[in-house]
């Protein structure tokens, strides 16, 4: 019998999804799998859920959920082998989307029954871990005004950014120190990424691999109104360094000091983070993870 735990975010994406016992054994057999069903209620849920699992012997664990409930459960998993399996029920599914997931329920079923296990990198900010990405200044304004929205879709999102776009000069003053070399004034945006999508099908690093061992940075500095729209523009065509004040480039570890501002306001796999350290080790484990794809 093989062993496999899903951990649900109940209110991810539509918030309609419904994970019976019955429902799911109709395509996991119950004379080949033995189900167990978890419900993440709160953030940071599904991290305490995921450990239970690995106690009580799980063979494989599901995420079910957006990008924030499968960091949660992913986060557990870094240097174990049980595998994580994926249903991204969330709104933007920037990793399973990199990882060739379907959003299609029942095919995402099939994904994790062929249980074909690889192996992904994974990013350190300090001691917490991310997939995707994590990002500094209007990325992570965007995810503080798209928490505080009322729904998880895309027209959600694009309000976020609206909204971050009309306010994001009245930001208290932040300055950071990157790689002990360059010093940059309330930086437009720092964002650091292992996978190649943002979620939405939107991407500030194209060429990012899950897989390579490096992290690919891009670094905004200060930018007035009209180059923050042309920027937005070249992220829709995927081409963001079209804006000359771009810099890009990949590195297996970054790090940022803060010399001036209150706190780190950070997104970290689209989730928001307030973190009050001053010097931040951003790094990557490679192949650290192993995923069902």
């Given amino acids: 019998m093989i062993a496999i735990h899903f951990i649900v975010n109940p209110i991810a994406g539509s918030g309609k999804h419904r994970f019976s016992k019955t429902f799911?054994?109709?395509?996991?057999?119950?004379?080949?799998?033995?189900?167990?069903?978890?419900?993440?209620?709160?953030?940071?849920?599904?991290?305490?859920?995921?450990?239970?699992?690995?106690?009580?012997?799980?063979?494989?664990?599901?995420?079910?959920?957006?990008?924030?409930?499968?960091?949660?459960?992913?986060?557990?998993?870094?240097?174990?082998?049980?595998?994580?399996?994926?249903?991204?029920?969330?709104?933007?599914?920037?990793?399973?989307?990199?990882?060739?997931?379907?959003?299609?329920?029942?095919?995402?079923?099939?994904?994790?029954?062929?249980?074909?296990?690889?192996?992904?990198?994974?990013?350190?900010?300090n001691d917490r871990y991310f997939f995707s990405n994590t990002g500094f200044g209007f990325t992570a304004n965007v995810i503080e005004n798209y928490e505080a929205s009322l729904k998880r879709t895309?027209?959600?999102y694009i309000k976020s950014s609206l909204k971050s776009f009309r306010e994001f000069d009245k930001r208290a003053e932040i300055s950071i120190t990157i790689n002990d070399d360059s010093e940059v004034l309330n930086p437009f945006l720092i964002f650091i990424s292992n996978s190649n999508e943002l979620g939405y099908h939107f991407s500030l690093t194209p060429k990012a691999s899950l897989k390579d061992g490096l992290l690919d940075v891009i670094i905004v500095p200060k930018i007035g109104k009209l180059k923050m729209l042309f920027f937005g523009f070249c992220v829709f065509i995927k081409k963001p360094n079209l804006l000359k004040e771009v810099k890009y480039f990949q590195e297996r570890e970054i790090k940022l000091t803060r010399k001036?501002?209150?706190?780190?306001?950070?997104?970290?796999?689209?989730?928001?983070?307030?973190?009050?350290?001053?010097?931040?080790?951003?790094?990557?484990k490679e192949r650290s993870l192993y995923v069902l794809t």
């Avoid at 991290?47 to 557990?76: F, P, Q």
């Avoid at 209150?262 to 350290?277: C, N, S, T, V, W």
């Fill in 154 to 156: 895309l027209l959600s």
């Fill in 24 to 125: 799911l054994q109709q395509y996991f057999e119950v004379d080949t799998y033995k189900i167990t069903i978890k419900t993440s209620n709160f953030k940071g849920h599904a991290i305490n859920l995921t450990k239970e699992s690995i106690l009580n012997k799980a063979a494989i664990i599901v995420a079910c959920g957006g990008d924030g409930t499968i960091n949660e459960v992913a986060s557990t998993l870094v240097g174990t082998t049980i595998p994580l399996g994926i249903v991204p029920i969330g709104s933007g599914n920037g990793l399973a989307s990199n990882l060739s997931i379907p959003k299609n329920i029942l095919q995402a079923f099939y994904t994790i029954k062929n249980n074909k296990k690889t192996s992904i990198d994974v990013g350190c900010v």
């Fill in 260 to 284: 001036r501002g209150p706190i780190f306001e950070a997104q970290i796999d689209g989730e928001l983070a307030k973190i009050e350290e001053e010097l931040l080790f951003i790094s990557v």
